[in-house]
């Protein structure tokens, strides 16, 4: 089975980092594209970052852009997002999602993990 | 990077029909034929439910499809069934080439 598998998420105060990680399964990451989205309590999702197969394009969300950065290990098979200069707002569930091969929608989600940032 | 404009909420009796609308700009859902659409049950992953403005993925229910016309897509579900209630998202391509969800609907089964 297709499978996505987040971690890394946990409580850090305001200016800190974090690592989430993503592994596949069933699947090999370097022939898809892969997302990040977030969701904060009670709130919509966010689309934050994307991220193709070869590790060689990349785009971000203007409120992540400069602070959060995508990267995969096809060695691993996992996809990575490196948050550095957190903030209050960026309290979020964080899933991972795999992008629809040629089409446009996020077929595989992870399910997720939570970010807590406070002091 | 402004969110699709969706409608807050949405209700229905069983086995009616429901169309959840999703307003862009021509920068989004207008410019491109990428719009997709997501059902979210509480302390759940989202699931995939359209693609590409109308397509549906295999064992997605042919209750759900999609259109769009100019800046607004749309979703709708027929023969709504108590499982329908969720939340629902859209997303569009976008001219910077990012992504964008919309703001989400609550759908109630009545």
């Known amino acids: 089975q297709v499978h996505l598998v987040e971690s890394g998420g946990g409580l850090v105060k305001p200016g800190g980092s974090l690592r989430l990680s993503c592994a596949a399964s069933?699947?090999?990451?370097?022939?898809?594209?892969m997302n990040w989205a977030r969701q904060a309590p009670g709130k919509g999702l966010e689309w934050l970052s994307y991220i193709d197969g070869s590790g060689s394009i990349k785009y971000y969300a203007d409120s992540v852009k400069g602070r959060f950065t995508i990267s995969t290990d096809n060695a691993q098979n996992s996809l990575y997002l490196q948050m550095n200069s957190l903030r209050a707002d960026d309290t979020a569930v964080y899933y991972c999602?795999?992008?629809?091969?040629?089409?446009?929608?996020?077929?595989?989600w992870g399910q997720g993990t939570t970010v807590t940032v406070s002091s | 990077q402004s969110a699709l404009t969706q409608p807050a909420s949405v209700s229905g009796s069983p086995g009616q029909s429901i169309t959840i609308s999703c307003t862009g700009t021509s920068s989004d859902v207008g410019g491109y034929n990428s719009v997709s659409w997501y059902q979210q049950h509480p302390g759940k992953a989202p699931k995939l439910m359209i693609y590409d403005v109308n397509s549906r993925p295999s064992g997605v229910s042919i209750r759900f499809s999609g259109s769009k016309s100019g800046n607004t897509a749309s979703l709708t579900i027929s023969g709504l069934q108590a499982e329908d209630e969720a939340d629902y998202y859209c997303s569009s391509y976008t001219s910077s080439s990012t992504y964008v969800f919309g703001t989400g609907t609550k759908v109630t089964v009545l």
């Open positions: 069933g699947f090999t990451l370097r022939d898809y594209y």
């Open positions: 999602a795999r992008w629809v091969t040629g089409a446009s929608g996020m077929d595989v």
